[in-house]
């Protein structure tokens, strides 16, 4: 397993199981992710080595958290947390006196004082958007993330466009993360000098905009909306209101082929972890490998099975392209209209 799937597993378990925990300050969603990464890291028998306040470059602060492979930073990652201002404790007495008394009363039954919040600072944080930017240009960075994980929905109602380079997740109960990531393979390549093209270059632009569902960069611009509509194999067509149809649909189309049935499912996000912990893209069951049941479950019409819809962009694509090769079809034969 690469150190950057390391990382996005233990995000995406952080996800899973965030109502579990009770965090109060940034160091804690650090110490939290360090604690599973070196789970992970033991239980595999994988070689790497996870760090907290690392330094990476010369006369900079140290990165909050870091993967190392050998000698090199396989992962670096900056975090920043804001808590909810309307999270409660778990004991509430009924408050009594005066106004004064009572509003205070209830800011100590809420287990965090709104009087020390907004915790984070957008400068601070667009600090971190930089540094990662400074990381992706140091060649012994592999891969960089900064993440705000903003609890009550702060700063994502007061920056409601996530800057360049950076996308809101919503990570369900009201908590949104805001993830920036570089890796050596986002900058873009060079022309071919040679001045052709292969012939599947030539076909891909006779198809106008659509392009293969392998193909498509989640990661420009134009895509904070989903694609218009999927093209399969057969030529049939789906179209695509958002990332969560993108998924249904191709599990909807794999379905109708008889492709995708109940003998090969569930399907996992990530097989190679135990089955205990396991994420389901699709399963007949609405419950996932760790017991959660799924956040949004979707049923596939005329079947038992079940998908779990709550995704971002990334994992839209990512889970239609493992769903799609778990079946037996060749992504790239699925294409997406721009």
């Not at 592999?142 to 994980?149: D, G, K």
């Not at 950076?166 to 000098?193: C, F, H, I, K, Q």
């Not at 420009?220 to 093209?231: D, E, F």
């Not at 909807?252 to 008889?258: D, P």
């Amino acid at each position: 397993m690469d150190a950057a799937t390391l990382f996005e597993n233990t995000m995406d378990w952080l996800r899973d199981s965030y109502g579990e925990h009770r965090f109060f300050l940034e160091r804690d969603i650090v110490w939290t992710a360090q604690l599973r990464l070196l789970q992970e890291v033991e239980q595999a028998n994988l070689s790497y080595q996870v760090f907290n306040d690392y330094k990476i470059q010369k006369g900079a602060p140290g990165a909050d958290l870091v993967i190392l492979d050998g000698d090199s930073v396989a992962v670096a990652a900056e975090f920043k947390y804001e808590p909810s201002p309307k999270r409660k404790a778990a004991v509430q007495p009924k408050p009594t006196g005066s106004p004064v008394t009572r509003r205070r009363a209830q800011q100590r039954v809420q287990d965090i004082l709104t009087t020390k919040l907004p915790l984070a600072n957008w400068r601070e944080i667009e600090k971190d958007f930089e540094k990662v930017r400074g990381y992706f240009y140091d060649d012994s960075v592999t891969a960089s993330y900064a993440i705000l994980i903003d609890e009550g929905a702060h700063w994502r109602c007061r920056h409601p466009n996530a800057p360049e380079g950076s996308e809101w997740r919503d990570w369900g109960n009201g908590v949104w993360a805001l993830w920036t990531e570089r890796r050596g393979g986002d900058s873009p390549r060079e022309p071919d000098e040679s001045g052709t093209r292969s012939e599947e270059s030539h076909q891909i632009e006779a198809q106008g905009d659509w392009v293969p569902l392998s193909q498509l960069n989640v990661d420009l611009p134009q895509y904070p909306r989903s694609p218009a509509r999927l093209r399969f194999p057969d030529n049939h067509e789906h179209p695509v209101k958002s990332w969560k149809d993108l998924l249904f649909g191709t599990a909807c189309w794999l379905a109708s082929v008889g492709s995708l049935t109940e003998r090969n499912a569930p399907v996992a996000a990530a097989p190679h972890q135990p089955p205990a912990r396991q994420r389901y893209i699709v399963s007949a069951d609405r419950v996932h490998g760790s017991g959660k049941p799924f956040a949004e479950p979707f049923e596939i019409p005329g079947t038992p099975l079940i998908v779990e819809t709550m995704v971002d962009k990334r994992y839209a694509k990512a889970h239609s392209i493992k769903l799609l090769e778990r079946c037996g079809v060749d992504p790239n034969a699925v294409l997406v209209l721009r």
